[in-house]
């Protein structure tokens, strides 16, 4: 694992624990890449256990919305004992770790819902809504929703390189292949933008 891979170990957090969890989540992201959708994937995580995990599944359903993060918060929101009335926000004592820092979608979602903190694998340069595009977590005013913590950097080559798979095969089944069958696998990672909120 190289310098770059991890990020300094935060104040009071349990480094290997995050680790942990992302790894649960980089199963689904593999998941997602088994069933040819763009791998992603995330577990949402309250008191110490999993209380959702999910992938990708945009391609399945053609639908743009079912992102990994939604997939989850559906899933939340259909099980009752999960989602006490007596709290304003559903999400506000779960914790997100998502393989891919979240769309600007998707982080708008975990702001209503009162996400309590976010982890992710590698920024998501063109949607990224946690600092990469727009800071909708934190950076965004809202009268209402309280912002929430991203931080970037957990398995972050491996989300890198899981997504290069997964570009560098597609559409090689289609009627008129590309040139992307002549491509090549890309080793080296960038190094992490440096200020990431
Ligand atoms: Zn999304």
């Not at 053609?62 to 918060?73: G, K, P, S």
């Not at 929430?148 to 089944?173: D, Q």
């Amino acid at each position: 694992m190289s310098s770059v891979d991890m990020p300094s170990p935060a104040e009071g957090t349990d480094e290997s624990e995050h680790l942990r969890w992302m790894r649960e989540a980089m199963n689904m992201a593999e998941e997602a890449l088994a069933a040819s959708e763009v791998p992603v994937g995330c577990v949402f995580v309250r008191d110490g256990t999993i209380i959702a995990k999910a992938r990708n599944r945009t391609n399945e359903l053609r639908n743009a919305t079912r992102h990994a993060e939604l997939e989850a918060i559906d899933e939340i929101l259909a099980n009752k004992t999960l989602t006490p009335s007596i709290i304003p926000y559903a999400l506000s004592d779960t914790t997100l770790y998502v393989t891919v820092e979240p769309c600007i979608m998707c982080a708008s979602a975990l702001r209503q819902m009162g996400i309590k903190e976010v982890f992710y694998g590698c920024e998501n340069d063109r949607f990224g809504g946690c600092g990469s595009v727009l800071g909708v977590n934190s950076i965004l005013p809202h009268p209402k929703h309280p912002a929430y913590k991203a931080t970037g950097g957990y398995l972050r080559e491996e989300a890198i390189m899981i997504l290069r798979r997964f570009y560098i095969t597609e559409n090689v089944n289609a009627p008129a292949p590309k040139s992307k069958a002549n491509r090549v696998l890309k080793t080296e990672i960038p190094s992490r933008p440096s200020s990431r909120r």
